[in-house]
């Protein structure tokens, strides 16, 4: 079981950057090919928040959409998916299993093995090199 992390909204704004804040505490969305995650090597995406471990690399696709995409978490209890009928849409959205901090939305059209796309805002990753 994941310990979480309780932060009052002035202590999350003070550890995040403005954009940050705006997408990973208000549920906003980046702009698509803002990140920097097209070519990376071998490695760990953790929360840009409370830095857990969420994706590795290897599970890290190209999905074409202009956000980075996983097929998998690292471990499913790292992160925590609700409903998400926003914007006249009926989405998954993702959020970290420690803060609760948004990361993106989960869809169910990925490659194999595990058939999802975790579609997440690159401003709410930190990658980390092996």
């Known amino acids: 079981m994941i310990q979480k992390i309780i932060k009052t909204e002035e202590e999350w704004k003070k550890i995040l950057t403005p954009e940050q804040y705006n997408v990973m505490r208000g549920e906003g969305t980046e702009l698509p090919f803002s990140h920097p995650y097209d070519n990376v090597g071998a ?3 953790h929360c840009a928040a ?3 471990p969420l994706f590795l690399s ?3 696709f190209e999905s074409h959409t202009g956000w980075p995409s ?3 978490p690292i471990n499913p209890e790292n992160v925590e998916e609700k409903e998400d009928n926003s914007h006249g849409m009926r989405r998954t959205a993702v959020a970290c299993a ?3 901090s948004h990361l993106g939305h989960v869809f169910n059209d990925g490659p194999s ?3 999802r796309r975790y579609c997440m805002n690159g401003i709410a990753l930190k ?3 092996k």
């Open 43 to 45: 490695g760990i995406f």
């Open 127 to 129: 990658f980390k090199p």
């Open 58 to 60: 290897k599970a890290k």
């Open 50 to 52: 409370c830095d857990l």
């Open 98 to 100: 420690r803060c609760g």
């Open 70 to 72: 996983f097929f998998m």
């Open 113 to 115: 093995p595990t058939g």
